[in-house]
């Protein structure tokens, strides 16, 4: 079916783009289980990105289920294909020149490792957002972990259903011993080392 979809490059290149903009279209990938920061952490970085005048986006796990995703449950095939799905967007909006922020559970290795595998070298920055699970559970902002913990929740990643660390990510945030702030700062620096602002 696809043998007759050919792929269309354009004039404007990645690269033109990126001039346009003055900085780099990467994919910062924000991983790790419910509740440990990744939406806030997600949302102030592109507030401060915007402030020092960079084009950024936050693609949100729980946004993008009201819409693009709305058809997915949160069977490991459901999850899979979320996270497929959000690889390809995330890859597109890198290529505009956009530094695109993505902040999902994203459970598994593999679908993380594809996701890494779409985009050059260089412009897939995994950043784990960790923080214990009892720490989490006195958090449970949503009240989500409660409800895993008593059945309520099937497949809930962390308790009825399985987180697999990243294994070598760019950058680390410890949400239960540093501030937003500071693991934003950890961020920005990132990018500032790598030229990428």
Known sequence: MRKHI????GKVKKEDREKLLGQKGVVIWLT??????KS???HELEWRLLEMGKLAYVLDGDNIRHGLNSD???SPEDRKENIRRISEVAKLFADAGIITITAFISPYKEDRKRARSLLAEGEFIEVYVKCPLEVL?????KGLYKKA??????????ISAPYEEPEDPEIILETDKETVEESVEKIL???KERGVI
């Open 6 to 9: 050919i792929w269309h490059e």
């Open 32 to 37: 790790g289980l419910s509740g440990a920061g």
């Open 40 to 42: 806030t952490i997600a």
């Open 72 to 74: 997915l449950g949160f």
């Open 137 to 141: 559970i006195k958090r449970d902002p």
């Open 149 to 158: 913990l008593a059945g309520e929740i099937k497949e809930f990643t962390g």
């Open 189 to 191: 620096n990132y990018l």
